[in-house]
């Protein structure tokens, strides 16, 4: 007697990764700024791009570019855009990535999204490039240090720095523009702060519950349902 095959909806449904791995991702992870002397092999950079490129963007179209400074010359090109406040754990990290995003990566859609034509959507559009270029960029840089991560490195991501002179050092053709710095690395954690707080849910989300009609400008304080639609 054979056993009735399972739902598909059922085989669909994952099981949630294990409490260490979440630990590690989040509730473990911080942002450091001081490093151990540890170096971080190139195959290690390589793997966490890889994971990285697997998240979703626009149309897959995957405007994020890296560049890894690995040295202290390379590092040292960067050195006189930072804020003060970012020299030391810039130069101190073993590596720093610059995530930029790519002003022609819409040439790429024909590869990467064979089964529509949505380069034509960019082409001329300038504003629409930028837009989607630039946000896209930032979700892929979020997948990286999720990665990076994953692998068992600690990140250092960081604004702060003069973009146009960045931009202008390391991008000099302009297809390329900086969005983000990345310092990677093993953070020494007898140097971290207490970790700073976070909104709640309540403080920082709100529930839909059914079509959204014209409400004035203050939806609703924290818990606090609107005219049925939201809580």
């Given at each position: 007697?054979?056993?009735?095959?399972?739902?598909?909806?059922?085989?669909?449904?994952?099981?949630?990764?294990?409490?260490?791995?979440?630990?590690?991702?989040?509730?473990?992870?911080?942002?450091?700024?001081?490093?151990?002397?540890?170096?971080?092999?190139?195959?290690?950079?390589?793997?966490?791009?890889?994971?990285?490129?697997?998240?979703?963007?626009?149309?897959?179209?995957?405007?994020?570019?890296?560049?890894?400074?690995?040295?202290?010359?390379?590092?040292?090109?960067?050195?006189p855009?930072?804020?003060?406040?970012?020299?030391?754990?810039?130069?101190t990290?073993?590596?720093?990535?610059?995530?930029?995003?790519?002003?022609?990566?819409?040439?790429?859609?024909?590869?990467?999204?064979?089964?529509?034509?949505?380069?034509?959507?960019?082409?001329?559009?300038?504003?629409l490039?930028?837009?989607?270029?630039?946000?896209?960029?930032?979700?892929?840089?979020?997948?990286?240090?999720?990665?990076?991560?994953?692998?068992?490195?600690d990140?250092?991501?960081?604004?702060?720095?003069?973009?146009?002179?960045?931009?202008?050092?390391?991008?000099?053709?302009?297809?390329?523009?900086?969005?983000?710095?990345?310092?990677?690395?093993?953070?020494?954690?007898?140097?971290?702060?207490?970790?700073?707080?976070?909104?709640?849910?309540?403080?920082?989300?709100?529930?839909?519950?059914?079509?959204?009609?014209p409400?004035?400008?203050?939806?609703?304080?924290?818990?606090?349902?609107?005219?049925?639609?939201?809580?």
């Amino acid at each position: 007697m054979h056993n009735p095959p399972e739902s598909p909806s059922l085989t669909a449904i994952k099981s949630p990764i294990s409490q260490e791995a979440l630990d590690q991702l989040f509730r473990e992870a911080r942002t450091h700024s001081t490093w151990l002397p540890e170096p971080v092999p190139v195959e290690l950079l390589r793997k966490a791009y890889e994971l990285a490129r697997l998240g979703p963007t626009s149309a897959n179209g995957s405007p994020a570019r890296f560049v890894f400074l690995t040295t202290p010359s390379a590092k040292g090109l960067l050195k006189p855009v930072l804020a003060p406040g970012n020299v030391d754990k810039t130069m101190t990290a073993p590596v720093t990535v610059i995530i930029a995003w790519d002003t022609e990566s819409h040439e790429h859609l024909p590869r990467l999204l064979p089964h529509a034509d949505v380069r034509s959507y960019f082409v001329g559009n300038k504003p629409l490039i930028e837009e989607n270029a630039f946000h896209n960029s930032s979700l892929q840089a979020a997948y990286f240090i999720l990665g990076a991560r994953a692998l068992g490195l600690d990140c250092g991501p960081m604004s702060g720095f003069d973009a146009d002179k960045l931009n202008s050092t390391f991008f000099r053709d302009g297809k390329w523009k900086v969005n983000l710095l990345c310092n990677l690395g093993y953070g020494d954690p007898s140097k971290l702060h207490p970790r700073s707080p976070r909104l709640n849910f309540e403080e920082a989300a709100v529930k839909l519950r059914q079509r959204l009609e014209p409400v004035p400008h203050r939806l609703t304080s924290p818990g606090e349902d609107h005219d049925g639609q939201l809580s």
